[in-house]
């Protein structure tokens, strides 16, 4: 067996990431939100927890996506195409709660998503039954909106500055402008922009666990001190 001390960073902080999402609410099902802005790596980090629990313990860990949560396009932008718009009409929350959250906790069967993006039409997935005891890991921006606030048992922030997150992001889209891995370009005001906003909602409300996702090969973990409530930013400064 490989030892720990020989693992890579990376796989060392998911080890520990996960054992502290499985300690949460043990014998029932629970839910964790893995709140962080675009580009940030969030999607990358939950497929590798979800890949990892089953060698890890015999809890069966499940991941949805908020992104299966759109809007429509027409309501998305019903309002222009501003941050502002951005962060108040982007996600159909109450389908979230409707199709997921509240039969999750009810013991019954789920929806992972309800809505494709990118062909703007509606989903219907085959439902998904967990365990009795499931971990359900939702992934997705603003996360931590105080709509949202009784909605998570845990929550774990992944974070990074802007100057990482935007070309991050920006790499995985097919037209590019010149010069938008600049946070501040025209071009990244509608995400960037919601991304403040939403970190002036969300500023006091705590997360359980923080993950510094800056450096992808070398992640940082750290466990607030829930004694010692104090003031988070999503982006800070490396």
């Known amino acids: 067996m490989t030892s720990a001390g020989f693992l890579p960073t990376r796989q060392l902080v998911l080890v520990d990431l996960l054992g502290l999402m499985l300690a949460t609410c043990p014998g029932q099902r629970a839910v964790v939100a893995v709140d962080g ?16 629990a089953p060698h890890v313990a015999g809890r069966e860990v499940l991941s949805v996506s908020v992104d299966g949560f ?5 309501q998305r932008y019903a309002h ?5 718009a951005y962060y108040r009409d982007a996600f159909d929350y109450a389908s979230l709660r ?3 959250l509240r039969p999750f906790r009810a013991g019954r069967e789920i929806v992972t998503a309800v809505h494709d993006v990118d062909s703007d039409r509606a989903l219907h997935p085959d439902p998904v039954e967990p365990e009795e005891d499931a971990l359900l890991v939702v992934e997705g921006v603003f996360l931590r909106r105080p709509e949202l606030r009784g909605e998570w048992d845990a929550t774990c922030l992944v974070t990074a500055p802007a100057r990482v997150t935007v070309p991050r992001g920006n790499a995985r889209l097919t037209a590019r402008v010149p010069g938008d891995d600049d946070p501040d370009h025209p071009a990244n005001e509608r995400y960037v922009g919601a ?4 970190q002036q909602q969300a500023r006091l409300w ?12 070398r992640p940082e973990l750290i466990v607030p001190d829930p004694e010692e409530p104090q003031w988070f930013d999503d982006e800070p400064e490396a």
Request: proline residues 7%; hydrophobic residues 35%; without cysteine.
């Open 206 to 217: 705590q997360p359980t666990w923080i993950v510094d996702n800056s450096d992808l090969q």
């Open 98 to 100: 409707e199709r997921v």
């Open 70 to 74: 759109h809007r429509p396009r027409a």
């Open 80 to 84: 222009g195409r501003t941050a502002e």
């Open 37 to 52: 802005p675009d580009g940030v790596g969030k999607t990358r980090l939950v497929g590798e927890l979800v890949a990892l």
């Open 195 to 198: 991304q403040r906003l939403y």
